[in-house]
Structures are given as structure tokens and as C-alpha cells.
């Protein structure tokens, strides 16, 4: 649920309090690359290079501000079957992680797909936390009570322990919303990350414009809110997670 | 030819350039209004602008095209006090004034001896302060390894220690020490001496400097009281007898609340808060009681909503107002927010009568007061209620009482915030050091009540106009205990006038003379010697009116009926006296330290004297006369006046003393040599009097109040949401009832006045929000102003300010420790600005030479050469 947009987020805010940060879209759906400033028409990424037998490191990316990313690429729906099916065997993404051989202070931020396949559950368990990005609605709720993931999640005791819950899109007018997210709270005291994003017409605006909302609006609130989450996280675990 | 060659050559040669000009004159023009527009900030009028064109001329001649800028900026900085834009008639000179101070003497050239001489004489200054520097600051460190080495034996003794014997002794040794006559030599050793001592000790921290700062205070005083009683009561004549034992009276009685003072304040126990047990089971009832009169129903109305907002278990806390104004608006706001509403068909017994009757028709095990103006915090009863549960013979638990808005001292002196204000004391010290003596007492508000004793002894005291002092001391005789927490956990709004606050001290008083009459502390069953000596000193306190009126008008006595009130020589008036007064100052500032300022306390009790003398000595004679009467609160002050009613007796005081004065004066040119000192003595004494009275009138003159709804300063930060949606983080920099100030991060976004936005509060894990408007634009700074809230969000509101448990932490954190010489020189400012107020008060047909006089110095000040630092110069 909007979980691009907090990770670019997120990532812009722990690489300003000069933290080392690389940022891998796994999502298909590419638009991780957008708040980086990334050309429309550029087609490049990991999977496109992994469809194309290239060494997938070489699609690495860095904007204008210092923070590496690596997009996901255009590819095509065959091209996709032939890359969950083939190309990524099992232990893939942590072979190719530990070739790397990053340094242990590097935040290494992956955008997982939120439906679960090959590669989504090969990171879930390659991560040391997972933060899970929820909006305080009903629907959210039921999804948390009973989804395929929230199952999958909650019948492997380790994924489970290192699950984190952000509040993202949290209406600030609405009263429902303060509720659920109290519910939230009562569900999951102690994994509820205690930063709330809100839902700001400053993110939608930053997200227009390419960039990430601290660049755009830095003292609008949602900037604040990610800047007190990224201390926040950066206080509580100082290396590796994804989302 | 010639028109080319001077094109060429024009700017190296300003004449040449002339005649270039004369050919190219829309050239001209066009520099001239550049100059014009660098030159002047205003409009210019016809003498500014003629003598901005002469200006230009010049620089157009004589000038080079690179530095006419810089010359042009340089004369504006150097010229600070011309507006160049309207020049008047004698401007010129203020410019000759000013370019020779310039070239003369701030560029020092010619006067370099002088400044050396005068370096010369600062260093001699320097040397001789050094003098009686190094010895004290030898002696400092001295004395802290001297107090270190007594405090280490002091633990590391655990053997028998028989502290009679050595009690004995040392009172043989001080019964020597105070009553042994000195002449005036060994007198002068001795009062240096002490004041070495004194001097070296004060800048450490602990308890030991503390008592022997008391110790050599007390010492000094009581030997002056013995000196005064055997050696200088004057019997010459019937009028010097009177007048003398009158002076030595209310000295006596200066002495006795000076020795009961240290008694109650040289150990403040600093009660911290004792945690209440985890299971919410065992947490007792708690009926919260808010009295109201006739006070305004939107005070009460906040009151009540925070006092919901208390964090206690929803079963076992009940909220009552109790309304003796029979007022229907706040049943039914009663009824709407689900708390107690009760009233009755008499006024009997007025709030202690009210409180007593809700008594009889609740039940919760412990009652807490708040009087309808003072604003508990959501954890009053969570940082008091631990005490009772420890302490099962706990009857009372008082909080200080705490105002967010300036009292008239505060608000017409404008020290808000920069002087502890006269509560601060009592609240701060005072109560802290009643505690250790089990005499901490109840003040009628903020406070915590256990219901059984409380019905034991009747209920709420109603004999007197103070029933919650007389109400401790019941309780306190009957073996129960009291408790006092220095934590501020709820706020008020202070007295606004300055009658309003002398009627609130006249009915103090006077029902403390009460209780010392008809149920005085000292005698009765049921109290500790040192319960008796706290009461007897917050009582007798209210008897200071009488002796405070004497001491202003005591030089009189000389001087104007020339009656010797003291019978001895002036240097032995001065080597007793004087070691007293600074010793007793020395060790009061110790102890009060952030609490109350040196000297401030005889503004304080000059402004309330006359007031307090005749209620305190009636209700003495006569306890049963006298009315109850309500503390007016929260009011506008709209136009600023000078209070004459009030202020008559300061003035007949200062008539007094000035007629004094004026005797003085002709004593000193026309009396006997013999009596010079004296008269030098007794004219200071009145001058220093005439002073303390000046301050008096100008806390009268009241000013202007202007907001209904006081602003309370915090820093939180917050978020504000505009229409279109957009959030911005932004600090709140304070917050009243209707609104809050706030300060923007950038300007990046901007506001328009009366704008709908919405504010964003979090507390906690949770986050309110509130419909508002934008009231005021000032750049960074704009004004909101909440919007038709409902009851909830009012609430909500509340809880997110006002109830907050650190609201007013940090209060007092921002007072200096008192800095006497400092706080000597406020006292005189004061003083004064009180007869600056007073002149204005004469007719104008008095005062308009004075104006005049005034103005004209005024003017002659404009000539004044300013200094300009090289750096402003600086383009």
C-alpha cells in the first residue's frame, strides 16, 4: 500500500542523516525509479538485465542526491513468467546479495511485491526486518486478520518476529481513521512503528514532480513524519531491512 | 573632435566629464534618479532634497564613478541620527557636531593621552578591588575544604552522639557570644570577622553553609536586639521613651518572624512523589470538587473539562461542581459533559459551607479541590495519591498553586517571567520547609483531602474567611498528618488588579488573625512545639502591618519632632545595624534563592501594610466582624489608570517623608555639628523609604490588559492542514482558550487571513484535530483562532494543552539565582518609575515647565555625537 513511496522516502531520509543506503525495486510494477528523478523512457533495470542473461548489478543507478538505487526495468508479461520460472531459482537473491559483499552499515531497502512469489518470499526471509505498510481502514484490517500473506507471515514464526507496521495514507480529518489505528495500536503494541505517515497532498505533488516529498515540501508534515521514521529506525536497528 | 576626445577621456576627469554632461543631459537625469533612489529611504521633502542635489553634485565633481556608492552609503551610516530625507533647521550643526566627534575624537588620534590616563586610573581600580578580591577567593576555597572535612567526619562518626551536652554548651557559648558588650573597635573586628565568613561560605552548596549562614544572621541580629534593648532605649523624655519603644516593638517583632522564618524554611523536605501501586483495584475513590460563586462560566467550564481529563480509573473518579450562584447555563452544561452538578438554596458559611454541603452527599474516600480558576493536569492525582496509601494517618496533600497569567505586581512592573513573582516563595520554599515539620497547610485549592478525618473534624473549618488554614490546623490536632508536593500540577489565572489582590490579602489576614485568636496554634491540644512555631509564624506574618508602617516612617521621628528613637552614636548605630540587616539579606538570598529576590519583599509588604495593619488588628480584637469576600478574577483592564484610591496611604507616606526630607535638609545646614551624622543617617533611611514607596505607587498605576483569554507559552511542535489538503509541520509557540500562536518553519507556504485550515495536536498515540482560522499574518508568525469546536473537540483540546503533566515544569527554570546588588538596583528603577507615574498625575498647569524641561533636554540629546563602528561602514 503505497510502499514505494516510503521506501523512496525513507531512503532519501537515512541517506541525509549520511547513511549509506541501496534501494532495490522488486516490485514489477517499476515505479520505485520515478521518485528518483528517473527518465519515463529509460527501460533499464535488475530483471530486464537478468531476461537478457547481463549481470544484474549492472543496472545500478544513482540520482542527482547520492542514493543508489536499482530499478526493477521494463519487461513484458512473457518476459515476467520467464523470469519467476526460470531465471530465479531458489536462494537466488541471496547468493547474488552476499556476492556483492556490501559493508555490514549499508541499508540494503528492498520494495517487495506485496502478492508473495518466488522472489517477494525469498526476501521476505533474506531481510532482518520487514515493515509492513498499513493504511488504518477496515479493509486493512481484514486483510491483517486474514490474506494470503498475513497467513504466510504468521505460520513462520521467524518472518513474523521481525515484522514491523507502519501507518501510511493516514487521513488526518478522519475520524475513523484515529480508531483504527488505535486498533492498530491495541492488535500489534509492540511491532507498530510509532510514526504515523498521513495521507498529504504534498507526497501526490513530490511523486508528480519525480522527487521525494523532503525535497519538495521540506516542512511540510508528511516530510517531518519521515524524517522522525527514518530516526527512528535508524535508532532501533542500525543496518539491513526491507519492506 | 573635442566631443569624442572628451568621451574618452570623461570619467578620468570629473570636469571634463561636466561639459560631457552638458551634451548627454538625459544621461544626467537618469544618474540623478538612481541617486536619488540609493540615496533616500523616505520621501523626500524640499531641504532633503535640495541638500541631496548638492550632495550629488559633489559627487558627480569630485568623485570617481567606483566610489560614489560607497560615499554615498557612508554618509547615511554616519549620520545615524538625521533623517537625510527631512532635514530640519538644525541639522547642519547636528552634522558639524557629528563629522568632528568623527574625525577627532572617535578616531582617537589626538586625544590617545587621555584614554591612557584613563586606563591608568581603571587599572588602579582593578588593583585595589583585588585587594578584597584574592583574600575572599583564598578564603572560599579555604572554607569549601574546611566544610568537606566537617561533612566527611560528620558521616564517618557513628559513635554516641549525646547532642544535649554539646546543645548546652553551644547555648552557654551563644548566650556569651550575643550579650557580651563590645566597644567600637573590637565591634568593627568582630563584624568583619563574621562578614569574611559569611562572604567566603556563600558560594558553596549544602546544608552546613546554609546554617551557618543562619547562624552568623542570627547571631548579628539577636546581638543588635540586645544591644538596642540595654543599651539605646531613650528616657530622656516622655515623647523620646514612647517613640523609642515603639521603634524597638516592631524591631522585636522583625526579629521574632526573622528567627521563626529560619526555623520553617532551613529545611525544605523537597517532597518527591511516591508510586502508586500497579493494580488499579486498590487505587482509591476520588470525588473531584470544583466551588463556584459568581466567577465566570467559561473558566469554569475549562476547569471542569480538564479535571475529566485527570487520569484515573473512569469508575472511581466523580467530578461535582459545586455552584452557589444557582446558575442554570452551567447545570446544563453539567448535564452535558456527565459530571455532578450541586447547589443549594443558602449561601451559608460561603465555600466552606459549599464544600461541606456536596460532602454530605457524596461518598468518594478522598476529595480534591480546585477552586473553579485553576486547571489540574491530567496526572494531579497519579503524582499525589501514592503519599496516602504510604501513609495511612495522611489527612491532606496540597499542590502549589501556580498562575499562568501576571499578577498586577508582575504586570504593571513588567517583570512577568524576570522576577520570581510573591507567590513563588510561599509556594516555592515556604510549604517545602513547613513539610519537614509536618505543618505543611491546606490553601484552599489544588489540593487532596481525606474524607474521614475531614468528617471527624467537622468538615471544612467555617469560623474564620482562611477555613483552609484553620482546617489543617484542626487536622493537625488531631495527630493527622499533612503532605506538600512542589510539583506544579495545576494553573490559574492571577488577581488582575491591584485591589482585587489587596481585597484577597485583607481577607488572608484577617482570617489568620482570626484563627490566632480563637484557636491559636501556640495553645490547645494535639500539636508538636515545631507545628505550633510554623502556624504561629504564617500568622503572625499578617501582623506585619503595623511594624512595616513604622519603619516607614520611623526617620521621622528625628527628624521632623527630633526625638532620639535610638540612644547611641551614629557609628555604633552602623557597626550594630547595618552587619544585621546584610547578614539577614545574606542568608535569605541563600535560601530563597530563585524563590524571591533581595528587597523585593519590602515592595510587597510596603504595598499591603496599610491595607493588612487595621483587618488584622480588629479581627484580633473582634474575630466575629468581617465578611467573606470573593477573589475577582479574569477581567480586562482596558484602558491604562493610576489606582489613586488605592494608592492614598502610599501617598501620605511619601508626603510624610518628603516633608522629612525637607527638615533634614534644614537640620544639616542649620542644626549642631554633634548631629550631622544622624541627620545623614536618618535622611538616607527616608530616602531608601521613599523609594520602596515609589515602587508601591508604581505597581498602582495599572496597565493596560488586554487579552481576555491569556496566551500560554510552549514549544510543541504541531501540524497545520490547509484546505487543498497539503500538511505542514510547524511549532506552536503558545496557546490560550480560543487559539494558538504559531511559528512556521518557512515561507514557502503562505496563509491568508481568515483562512480555514486545520490543526493537527498529538499527544501521546493519539492525535487530535481542530477546526480553525487564521486570525493574524506577521510573517513567520501567524494567529489561529479555533473554530465552533464542538464539546469533544473542546475537550480534546484541553487535554492536549492545559492537561498536559509537564505543562508548567518548566516554569521556574528560568529564574536566576537572586543576585542582591542586581536586584538592589531593580528596586530603585522601580521606585522611580513610581514618581515618573506620579508626575503625571499633577496638574498640568505644574507639570508643563517640566515637559517642557524635559523636551528641550530631549532635543539637546539629538545634537549628541553618536560613535560608528568601523564595521557598519562597510558596503
Redesign the interface.
Known amino acids: 500500500m503505497g510502499s514505494s513511496t516510503v521506501i523512496a522516502n525513507l531512503a532519501r531520509n537515512l541517506h541525509e542523516l549520511d547513511q549509506d543506503v541501496l534501494v532495490i525495486d522488486l516490485k514489477s510494477n517499476n515505479l520505485l525509479r520515478l521518485h528518483f528523478n528517473m527518465d519515463w523512457c529509460n527501460p533499464n533495470g535488475w530483471a530486464l538485465n537478468v531476461i537478457n542473461d547481463q549481470p544484474w548489478f549492472n543496472a545500478g543507478f544513482k540520482c542527482e542526491f547520492g542514493i543508489s538505487f536499482m530499478p526493477f526495468g521494463r519487461i513484458t508479461y512473457e518476459n515476467k513468467q520467464c523470469l519467476f520460472n526460470e531465471k530465479i531459482e531458489n536462494n537466488w537473491l541471496s547468493n547474488q546479495l552476499s556476492m556483492a559483499n556490501f559493508s555490514d552499515k549499508k541499508w540494503i531497502i528492498l520494495n517487495v511485491e506485496s502478492e508473495l512469489n518466488n522472489l517477494s518470499i525469498q526476501a521476505l526471509n533474506y531481510a532482518d526486518k520487514i515493515i509492513r505498510v498499513i493504511e488504518p481502514q477496515a479493509t486493512c484490517l481484514g486483510q491483517f486478520y486474514d490474506s494470503i500473506q498475513s497467513n504466510y507471515l504468521s505460520n513462520n514464526p521467524s518472518l513474523h518476529d521481525k515484522c514491523l507496521y507502519l501507518i501510511n495514507k493516514m487521513m488526518?480529518?478522519s475520524e475513523l481513521d484515529?480508531e483504527m489505528s488505535?486498533v492498530f495500536?491495541s492488535l500489534i503494541p509492540n511491532q507498530l512503528i510509532?510514526v504515523?505517515i498521513?495521507?498529504?497532498?504534498?507526497i501526490k505533488e513530490a511523486f508528480a514532480q519525480k522527487t521525494t516529498v523532503n525535497i519538495y515540501?521540506?516542512?511540510?508534515?508528511?516530510?517531518?513524519q519521515f524524517r522522525t521514521l527514518a530516526t527512528w529506525l535508524m535508532l532501533h536497528f542500525s543496518h539491513k531491512g526491507a519492506a | 573632435m573635442i566631443l569624442t576626445d572628451l568621451l574618452q577621456r570623461g570619467s578620468k576627469y570629473p570636469l571634463h566629464q561636466f561639459v560631457y554632461w552638458i551634451f548627454l543631459q538625459p544621461q544626467v537625469s537618469q544618474d540623478w534618479l538612481v541617486f536619488k533612489k540609493n540615496y533616500f529611504h523616505q520621501k523626500p521633502e524640499t531641504s532633503g532634497m535640495l541638500f541631496g542635489f548638492i550632495v550629488f553634485v559633489l559627487l558627480q565633481l569630485y568623485c570617481h564613478d567606483s566610489k560614489r556608492l560607497f560615499v554615498t552609503k557612508s554618509i547615511q551610516k554616519n549620520l545615524p541620527h538625521v533623517q537625510l530625507a527631512k532635514l530640519t533647521f538644525a541639522d547642519p550643526l547636528r552634522m558639524l557636531i557629528q563629522f568632528t566627534w568623527l574625525a577627532s575624537i572617535q578616531s582617537a588620534t589626538p586625544y590617545k593621552d587621555l584614554l591612557a590616563n584613563l586606563n591608568f586610573f581603571k587599572n588602579i581600580f582593578s588593583a585595589v578591588s583585588n585587594v578584597f578580591f584574592y583574600p575572599l577567593k583564598f578564603l572560599t576555597e579555604l572554607t569549601g575544604e574546611v566544610l568537606a572535612n566537617i561533612e566527611f567526619s560528620a558521616n564517618s562518626n557513628d559513635g554516641d552522639f549525646k547532642p544535649h551536652i554539646y546543645l548546652i554548651i553551644i547555648f552557654l557559648l551563644a548566650l556569651v557570644c550575643l550579650t557580651i558588650p563590645f566597644n567600637i573597635s573590637s565591634q568593627l573586628v568582630f563584624v568583619f570577622l563574621m562578614w569574611f565568613v559569611a562572604m567566603s561560605i556563600r558560594t558553596h552548596n549544602g546544608y552546613l553553609p546554609k546554617l551557618i549562614l543562619v547562624i552568623l544572621s542570627l547571631t548579628l541580629s539577636s546581638r543588635y536586639l540586645f544591644w538596642r534593648a540595654t543599651a539605646t532605649i531613650n528616657t530622656d523624655s516622655s515623647v523620646d521613651t514612647v517613640t523609642s519603644l515603639i521603634l524597638f516593638t516592631a524591631e522585636f517583632y522583625t526579629w521574632l518572624i526573622l528567627l521563626l522564618g529560619y526555623f520553617q524554611i532551613a529545611g525544605p523536605l523537597q517532597r518527591k512523589t511516591y508510586s502508586l501501586p500497579n493494580d488499579t483495584n486498590l487505587w482509591p475513590t476520588v470525588d473531584i470538587f470544583i466551588p463556584t460563586y459568581n466567577e465566570d462560566i467559561g473558566i469554569v467550564k475549562t476547569t471542569t473539562i480538564a479535571a475529566i481529563n485527570i487520569d484515573w480509573p473512569k469508575d472511581k473518579i466523580k467530578i461535582y461542581i459545586l455552584d452557589d450562584g444557582n446558575r442554570h447555563a452551567l447545570q446544563d452544561f453539567a448535564n452535558e459533559i456527565h459530571v455532578g452538578y450541586i447547589s443549594r438554596t443558602n449561601n451559608i458559611h460561603a465555600k466552606a459551607g459549599n464544600i461541606n454541603n456536596a460532602m454530605q452527599l457524596t461518598e468518594g474516600e478522598y476529595l480534591t479541590i480546585f477552586d473553579c480558576d485553576h486547571i489540574p493536569v491530567r496526572s494531579f492525582l497519579q503524582t499525589t495519591m501514592g503519599w496516602f496509601i504510604r501513609d495511612e494517618k495522611l489527612a491532606l496533600i496540597q499542590t502549589p498553586h501556580h498562575f499562568y497569567s501576571p499578577d498586577p505586581f508582575e504586570r504593571n512592573l513588567n517583570n512577568f517571567k524576570k522576577t520570581p513573582n510573591e507567590n513563588s516563595l510561599f509556594y516555592g520554599v515556604v510549604q517545602d520547609g513547613n513539610d519537614l515539620w509536618n505543618a505543611a497547610f491546606f490553601c484552599g485549592s489544588c489540593a487532596i483531602l481525606k474524607r474521614s478525618p475531614l468528617t471527624e473534624i467537622g468538615g471544612i473549618a467555617h469560623e474564620t474567611v482562611t477555613e483552609d488554614a484553620h482546617t489543617a490546623l484542626k487536622l493537625h490536632r488531631k495527630g493527622y498528618t499533612s503532605a506538600y508536593i512542589n510539583i506544579i500540577q495545576a494553573a490559574g489565572q492571577a488577581t488582575e488588579s491591584l485591589s482585587a489582590h489587596i481585597g484577597q490579602r485583607i481577607r488572608w489576614s484577617r482570617g489568620m488573625a482570626q484563627i490566632f485568636r480563637i484557636d491559636n496554634p501556640l495553645l490547645g491540644k494535639g500539636l508538636k512545639i515545631s507545628q505550633r512555631l510554623c502556624y504561629a509564624n504564617a500568622m503572625l506574618h499578617f501582623f506585619g502591618g503595623i511594624p512595616r508602617l513604622i519603619f516607614l516612617i520611623a526617620p521621622l521621628a528625628f527628624l521632623i519632632i527630633h526625638a532620639y528613637i535610638i540612644h547611641a552614636p551614629t557609628v555604633e548605630i552602623l557597626l550594630y545595624a547595618l552587619p544585621a540587616i546584610i547578614h539577614s539579606n545574606l542568608a535569605n538570598s541563600y535560601m530563597q534563592g530563585k524563590h524571591r529576590y533581595s528587597f523585593w519583599s519590602e515592595i510587597y509588604e510596603a504595598v499591603l501594610a496599610w491595607y493588612i495593619a487595621v483587618p488584622t488588628t480588629v479581627a484580633l480584637f473582634k474575630p466575629k466582624v468581617g465578611t467573606f469576600n470573593v477573589t475577582a478574577k479574569g477581567g480586562l483592564i482596558k484602558d491604562e489608570f493610576f489606582d489613586l484610591t488605592v494608592s492614598k496611604p502610599y501617598l501620605m507616606l511619601i508626603s510624610l517623608n518628603v516633608i522629612g526630607l525637607i527638615f533634614g535638609v534644614y537640620r544639616f545646614f542649620n542644626g549642631p555639628d554633634d548631629e550631622l551624622s544622624t541627620v545623614i543617617i536618618n535622611v538616607i533611611w527616608a530616602i531608601y523609604n521613599l523609594l520602596v514607596l515609589g515602587g508601591a505607587i508604581s505597581v498602582a498605576q495599572e496597565t493596560k490588559q488586554l487579552r481576555l483569554h491569556h496566551r500560554i507559552d510552549v514549544k510543541t511542535?504541531i501540524?497545520?492542514?490547509k484546505k487543498?489538503?497539503?500538511?505542514?509541520?510547524?511549532k506552536m509557540n503558545n496557546f490560550s482558550d480560543a487559539g494558538l500562536g504559531v511559528q512556521?518553519?518557512?515561507d514557502?507556504?503562505s496563509f491568508d487571513k481568515n483562512e480555514s485550515i486545520?490543526v493537527?495536536i498529538s499527544r501521546g498515540?493519539?492525535?487530535y484535530?481542530f477546526p480553525a482560522r487564521i486570525a493574524s499574518v506577521n510573517k513567520l508568525y501567524i494567529g489561529i483562532i479555533l473554530d465552533n469546536l464542538t464539546a469533544n473537540q473542546k475537550q480534546n483540546f484541553i487535554k492536549c494543552n492545559y492537561s498536559r503533566s509537564d505543562a508548567w515544569s518548566a516554569w521556574e527554570d528560568n529564574f536566576d539565582v537572586d543576585k542582591p546588588l542586581s536586584s538592589f538596583l531593580d528596586i530603585v528603577t522601580v521606585g522611580f518609575k513610581g514618581y515618573v507615574v506620579l508626575t503625571r498625575s499633577i496638574p498640568r498647569k505644574i507639570t508643563k515647565y517640566f515637559i517642557k524641561g524635559r523636551t528641550f533636554l530631549f532635543i539637546l540629546k539629538t545634537f549628541y555625537p553618536r560613535n560608528i563602528h568601523a564595521d557598519t561602514i562597510n558596503l
Open positions: 488526518p480529518l484515529h488505535l495500536k510509532p504515523k498521513h495521507f498529504d497532498e504534498n515540501a521540506p516542512n511540510s508534515g508528511t516530510a517531518k | 511542535d501540524t497545520l492542514r487543498s489538503g497539503h500538511l505542514l509541520s510547524a512556521l518553519y518557512s514557502e507556504v486545520h493537527l498515540d493519539r492525535e484535530i
